[in-house]
């Protein structure tokens, strides 16, 4: 059995920890199982909702603490047990909702285990979305705030499912307008999200460090995306995949092979054990 070098690695899950089918490569299971064993901590932190991300977690076997929505929703692996469970208030939601159809654009409203969006379902787009993260969204008629306001939803996370080449725009465009006061950021391509200001990947990173003893900077965070910035930022070693957006690269420690080339057997390799 090796001896650990950094004790707790974190992961993003699309676009880190899978590959581009959506698969968990057979050379990553082999090396989260092999890190597990010789007693360090894996995790995963991503901005799927907590019931999407569940199950993808169990078929790795992993056990201990998953981050969901961008760190707003932390919970038992195996229980499903929620430890914590943030998110925004109804007024709140309902305001970045008036901003965004006041842009002509639709919405995606996610509140626990529920998806509301103001894309009419029979969307390609939403469909793939949909198979893609394992939900069935709830197709509502008229304005989204309205309906927010109208139900009182306690929600994690806001989102806009964008064309690629609109997504820069309408990310400034939101930052200015929202950023002072909610998390604007994308998690991927053709998605513009916001969720709440004090909840995000490096908060989860943080609050699995403290939950198991780990000083932080014997922590590894590795994304692909914006969303994937705070935690890379926090962690001892801050890891972008070689098919991360420039930025992150510009921010990390550490540039590693895509996804689809097993870019977290290789970090488990670098940085998991004592050479």
Do not use: W
Request: a negative charge.
């Amino acid at each position: 059995m090796k001896k650990l070098n950094y004790q707790l690695i974190v992961s993003d899950f699309d676009g880190t920890l899978i590959d581009d089918n959506q698969q968990i490569l057979p050379q990553v299971k082999k090396a989260i199982k092999k890190y597990v064993a010789s007693g360090g901590i894996f995790a995963v932190c991503t901005g799927r909702m907590l019931c999407c991300i569940l199950p993808r977690v169990r078929e790795l076997g992993l056990e201990g603490l998953v981050v969901a929505y961008q760190g707003t929703v932390i919970a038992d692996i195996e229980s499903g047990n929620i430890i914590k469970y943030g998110g925004m208030k109804s007024a709140d939601v309902a305001e970045i909702c008036r901003n965004i159809e006041e842009l002509g654009q639709p919405i995606n409203v996610y509140c626990g285990n529920e998806l509301y969006t103001s894309i009419p379902k029979d969307n390609e787009h939403l469909k793939l979305y949909e198979k893609i993260v394992g939900i069935d969204s709830q197709y509502v008629e008229g304005k989204i705030s309205d309906f927010v306001l109208e139900n009182d939803l306690f929600c994690q996370k806001v989102a806009i499912l964008v064309a690629h080449e609109e997504q820069e725009a309408l990310y400034a465009e939101l930052c200015n307008r929202l950023g002072s006061r909610f998390d604007v950021t994308c998690s991927a391509s053709v998605l513009v999200e916001i969720s709440p200001l004090s909840d995000n990947k490096g908060e989860g990173l943080k609050f699995i460090a403290k939950k198991f003893n780990i000083p932080i900077e014997k922590t590894v965070a590795v994304g692909d995306n914006l969303n994937d910035l705070s935690m890379i930022k926090v962690a001892g070693v801050g890891v972008a995949v070689g098919n991360a957006t420039d930025s992150l690269k510009n921010s990390a420690d550490f540039v590693s092979v895509s996804n689809n080339d097993g870019a977290i057997a290789q970090v488990i390799e670098e940085f998991g054990f004592i050479k």
